[in-house]
Structure formats: C-alpha cells, structure tokens
C-alpha cells in the first residue's frame, strides 16, 4: 500500500527543518511540468520512469507528484515493486496544492 499524503501534509514536512525533506518526483510530462509546478520538484516524466530510475535515491522518501494523483499513483507502486521502500503519494496532486 503506498502511503497517500495530503498537500497540507506535505507543506508541514518540508518546512520541519528537524526532519529531512523529501525528494518530490513530478511525472506529469515536460510541458506540465513548464506550466506549473511545486518548486523543488524533479521532472521525471513516466515514460522515462525506468530508463532515469538510478537518478533517484533510494535511501531518501520520495514523493510521486502528477496532475491529479493518478500516475504518480501508479509510478510510486512501479518504485516500490522496484525496491524502493520510502515512497509516497500526493493525494489530488499539483491540483491539490495549488488549492
């Protein structure tokens, strides 16, 4: 089960400087990403997932970002299959947020 987190829950982690940031993955494709985005995010469109995974590092928590929470979805059960144990979902996604 990857673990959904809620853009209100997201805005606190980072700003708890007693705790690690994560790393937010955006999946959505290049022109997404150019519209609009979560600063700090790294532009990892899906279909380039497998072929950039050694880009990301396993030992950090990672948080799969996408339009509405549906691909990252997907891509965040991908990387858990794919021994990545620290991964979560933003709930709504970059929608989410900038509500």
């Known amino acids: ?16 400087g007693a705790r ?19 600063e700090g995010s790294l532009s990892l469109p899906l279909s ?13 928590d990672l948080v799969l970002v996408c339009h509405h929470g549906s691909r990252s979805q997907h891509a965040a059960q991908w990387l858990a299959r794919n021994g990545f144990a620290r991964v979560h979902n933003l ?9």
């Open 1 to 16: 089960m990857i673990p959904q987190i809620a853009p209100a829950e997201l805005a606190a982690w980072r700003a708890d």
């Open 48 to 60: 380039t997932l497998p072929a950039r995974l050694a880009e990301l590092p396993a030992e950090r």
């Open 91 to 99: 709930r709504g996604g970059v929608a989410a947020w900038a509500a």
């Open 20 to 38: 690690p940031a994560p790393v937010l993955v955006d999946v959505r494709e290049p022109w997404e990403f150019d519209y609009c985005r979560i």
